[in-house]
C-alpha cells in the first residue's frame, strides 16, 4: 500500500509504504487499512497539519458513487463498504477510487497530461487497464469497471486472457504476456536445437529482460517485442477512436521502457489513424505516487 500525506495544492508532505497482506483475508486487509489512515491523520495533526479528507484507491471494480469496493480478484474484496467505513473511523469525509482511475486522474491533473482537456491514461504491467480524463474527472461507467482497455480484442484466437477469453490485448501486450510468451518461443526453439545437448534452460525472463534483449539485437526478443508493439497500437487506435483526446499517457512497469516503447508505438499508431486525428503520445510523470496523488485529488474533489 501506498499512502501520503497531500496539500490541496497536490504537495507530497510524506509518504509510507505498507504491506498489503492480502493473504490474510480481506476482512484484515479492511481493518490494516483503516489502521494506516487513522495514523497518518494523526500523523498530520502531529506535524501542525489540518486534515480534512481521505482518499483511498483498490485495484477491480469500484462504485465510487456508493464508496464500495464491490470485486477485486487481488485482495478479495467483495461489496466492502470502505468509504463509509474510512468516513466513521477517521471522523473525516472520505471518497473510493479505482486504482487506475485515480492515477490517470493525477496524470491528467499534475503529471503528463498537465495542460490538456481530454487524456487517456493506460496502465501497463501485469495487466493492462485505462482511465479516460476529460476536464480532470475520470468516468466509472455505470457499474464501476470503464476503462477495461486490457480486454480490447485484438487477436481473434489469440493467447487466452486471464478473463478467459482469447486474444484480449493484455493476453498479448501486458508485461507478463511478453515475457510469458518469449519464454514459449525460446523453449521451443531451445528443444528444436536439443540434438546439439548444451544449450541451457530459458529460465526466468521478465518483460524488462525482453526489452534489453531486443535493443541488444536479439531476433527472437526483437519479434515478442514488435508483435506487443503492434497488438498494443491496435488497441490504443480503439481507444483513438472512442475517445478522440489530445494525450495518450503510457504508465505502468512497461513504460520504464522509455523510447524503446513509445518511438515504435507512436509510428505504429500514427498508421493506424484515418480521419483520426493522431494523439500526444507520452510516458507517465508522477511514477509511483500517482495513485496517492489521484485518491487525494478525488478526496478534496467529493468535498465540493
Ligand atoms: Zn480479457
Redesign the pocket.
Known amino acids: 500500500m501506498k499512502c501520503a500525506l497531500v496539500r490541496p495544492s497536490g504537495e507530497v508532505v510524506h509518504t509510507e509504504r505498507h504491506p498489503t497482506g492480502a493473504a490474510r483475508g480481506p476482512a484484515a486487509v479492511v481493518d490494516t487499512v483503516l489502521d494506516i489512515a487513522e495514523g497518518l491523520a494523526d500523523k498530520a495533526r502531529a506535524d501542525g497539519l489540518t486534515p480534512v479528507a481521505c482518499g483511498i484507491a483498490v485495484p477491480g471494480v469500484v462504485d465510487e458513487a456508493t464508496g464500495t469496493a464491490v470485486w477485486s480478484a487481488n485482495v478479495g474484496f467483495r461489496d466492502v463498504p470502505l468509504r463509509d467505513l474510512a468516513a466513521a473511523r477517521l471522523g473525516l469525509p472520505a471518497a473510493l477510487g479505482h486504482d487506475v482511475r485515480v492515477g490517470g486522474l493525477a496524470e491528467a491533473r499534475l503529471g503528463a497530461g498537465r495542460g490538456t482537456t481530454h487524456v487517456l491514461f493506460v496502465a501497463i504491467g501485469t495487466g493492462i487497464a485505462a482511465a479516460h480524463v476529460v476536464a480532470g474527472s475520470a468516468a466509472a461507467g455505470a457499474h464501476g469497471a470503464a476503462g477495461e482497455i ?2 480490447i480484442l485484438v487477436r481473434p484466437g489469440g493467447p487466452r ?5 482469447p486474444g ?1 490485448l ?2 498479448v501486450s501486458s508485461a507478463s504476456a511478453i515475457a510469458r510468451r518469449y519464454a514459449e518461443l525460446a523453449e521451443a526453439s531451445r528443444a528444436d536445437a536439443a540434438s546439439d545437448g548444451a544449450r541451457p534452460a530459458v529460465g526466468v525472463v521478465t518483460a524488462a529482460n525482453v526489452a534489453a534483449r531486443a535493443a541488444a539485437g536479439e531476433e527472437l526478443a526483437g519479434r515478442v517485442w514488435r508483435e506487443a508493439v503492434e497488438a498494443l497500437a491496435d488497441g490504443l487506435a480503439t481507444g483513438q477512436a472512442l475517445f478522440d483526446v489530445q494525450t495518450i499517457v503510457i504508465g505502468g512497469g512497461l513504460a520504464r521502457a522509455g523510447g524503446q516503447l513509445l518511438d515504435p508505438l507512436r509510428a505504429a499508431l500514427r498508421e493506424r489513424m484515418t480521419f483520426h486525428r493522431e494523439p500526444r503520445l507520452v510516458a507517465a510523470a508522477l511514477g509511483d505516487e500517482a495513485g496517492s496523488l489521484g485518491a487525494a485529488l478525488l478526496a478534496l474533489d467529493s468535498l465540493e
Request: hydrophobic share 10%; with cysteine.
Open positions: 486490457g480486454h486472457c486471464g478473463c478467459g477469453r484480449c493484455e493476453a
